[in-house]
């Protein structure tokens, strides 16, 4: 089952977001996400958060609608984003997309790349998805699913990554170490398909630039 989770960042591409969603889908709404998921035309069947962000009008939307509604004070110790993404995998999910969770605050949006670290993560195929730009946590092994002319960036998180051997590349890497705070990895090029990438020890944010979007 997949979960695909509206946050209550930057939504500049709702086109992408409607064409991404298909038949079996757990629509979940992140607090004032889920005004992006009525604007591609999705009822949000879970809404997680304080609600803060939506009028009492939105409101009466969510309960005529039938949405289960998992209301959290504002003062708490996980983010409502955080909190959605422990729910979609309490529910069975098997990969997550996320929209609308970069852009506007710099802290939140750090935070939000940051939660793909999620050791409850660590078997879940879960992408943020902002734009033309798609992010994801390489651990072990990756077949990067993009097109010639991507630009894609490979950036440690949490420490150094050991043993990072990338293929498909315009500068392919070979059991090479990407240390923490070093921008090596950024701005390499998909010249093959597939491209794989594989790390030894650590972990990897790979972030891919559609070239054709």
Same mark, same amino acid.
């Given at each position: 089952m997949r979960a695909v989770i509206f946050a209550n960042g930057v939504f500049s591409e709702p086109d992408r977001a409607r064409d991404s969603l298909r038949r079996g889908d757990l629509v979940m709404a992140v607090d004032g996400g889920t005004r992006y998921a009525w604007e591609v035309g999705a009822d949000p069947q879970l809404v997680i958060g304080d609600l803060d962000s939506l009028n009492e009008e939105e409101r009466q939307r969510l309960r005529s609608s039938g949405a289960e509604v998992s209301s959290f004070p504002a003062r708490k110790d996980?983010?409502?984003?955080?909190?959605?993404?422990? =729910?979609?995998?309490?529910?069975?999910?098997?990969?997550?997309?996320?929209?609308?969770?970069?852009?506007? =605050?710099?802290?939140?949006?750090?935070?939000?790349?940051?939660?793909?670290?999620?050791?409850?993560?660590?078997?879940?195929?879960?992408?943020? +998805?902002?734009?033309?730009?798609?992010?994801?946590?390489? =651990?072990?092994? =990756?077949?990067?699913?993009?097109?010639?002319?991507?630009? +894609?960036?490979?950036?440690?998180?949490?420490?150094?990554?050991?043993?990072?051997?990338?293929?498909?590349?315009?500068?392919?890497?070979?059991d090479a170490t990407l240390h923490l705070g070093s921008t090596r990895g950024i701005s390499n090029v998909q010249r093959k398909e597939p491209a794989r990438v594989r790390v030894r020890q650590g972990q990897l944010l790979c972030v891919v630039t559609h070239a054709s979007e």
């Open positions: 996980k983010t409502d984003l955080e909190l959605a993404l422990l =729910r979609a995998i309490s529910e069975g999910a098997e990969s997550i997309l996320i929209f609308g969770a970069l852009g506007g =605050r710099l802290d939140q949006t750090t935070a939000n790349l940051m939660l793909l670290t999620l050791p409850e993560l660590s078997e879940v195929d879960v992408r943020i +998805v902002e734009g033309n730009q798609t992010a994801f946590l390489i =651990r072990g092994e =990756r077949v990067l699913e993009g097109q010639l002319g991507d630009t +894609v960036s490979l950036i440690p998180l949490g420490g150094d990554a050991v043993g990072v051997t990338a293929e498909g590349l315009e500068w392919p890497l070979d």
